[in-house]
């Protein structure tokens, strides 16, 4: 399994808890195109180093144990021409094989998330020679539910849910007090929202976007 994630902490958000679930049987690597701070007006020197040991207490929680983090700058992916970010993408996919790929959605205010989704998509054409049987997209708080699509979810996933939060909580100021989307209560709802969907008492909602059997 393949996770494509614009920065850290989108993983978390989107897909921790079946990461920390498959990742005792299921080989996971987890590829961030930026370290997610470098554009801040207030980014010091030390707040990518930061960001950095919170990206890997956080993959040390949920159990992946191979990463890799691009130098595309936050916030300004829409600067790099499609190719570039696709390339990028295509190379782990090319080295690694994965069959299953889990990546943003198409329906994301956050502009990155959106180019992401697209390297990814073009990254894994259905070629002959590609491995890629499954495609799927995931929400991020305060990024998906605040665009003007709509995601539009189809897949229901169980997973270890105290993980996710125990991963969640190690990026601390990107963790705001609720009733910000991103507030450990608000996370919380969100998985017990989406575990009613599917008569579950928590889960993690999941669009599929390709399924070759």
């Keep these: 399994m393949l996770v494509v994630a614009s920065h850290p902490d989108d993983d978390v958000l989107g897909c921790g808890a079946i990461i ?15 370290n997610g701070v470098g554009s801040r007006d207030d980014t010091d020197c030390n707040a990518v180093e930061r960001r950095l040991d919170a990206m890997e207490k956080a993959n040390e929680i949920m159990g992946v144990k191979s990463w890799e983090v691009g130098l595309f700058e936050d916030q300004r992916f829409d600067q790099y021409p499609i ?9 782990f996919v090319r080295e690694y094989k994965p069959d299953t790929i889990l990546t943003h959605s198409k329906a994301d205010l956050n502009r990155d998330h959106r180019l992401t989704f697209e390297a990814v998509c073009t990254a894994c054409r259905p070629a002959p020679s590609s491995l890629v049987k499954y495609i799927y997209s995931f929400e991020v708080p305060s990024a998906t539910e605040w665009s003007m699509e709509w995601f539009k979810p189809n897949v229901w996933v169980m997973g270890m849910f105290n993980k996710k939060l125990e991963a969640l909580k190690c990026y601390g100021s990107e963790v705001p007090e609720y009733p910000h989307p991103r507030s450990i209560l608000s996370v919380t709802s969100r998985m017990q929202t989406r575990g009613a969907e599917c008569g579950r008492v928590m889960a993690e909602a999941f669009e599929l976007v390709r399924m070759v059997l």
């Design 20 to 34: 920390s679930a498959l990742s005792k049987y299921v080989e996971i690597k987890t590829i961030y195109l930026s």
């Design 83 to 91: 190719i570039e970010l696709t390339k990028w993408v295509e190379k």
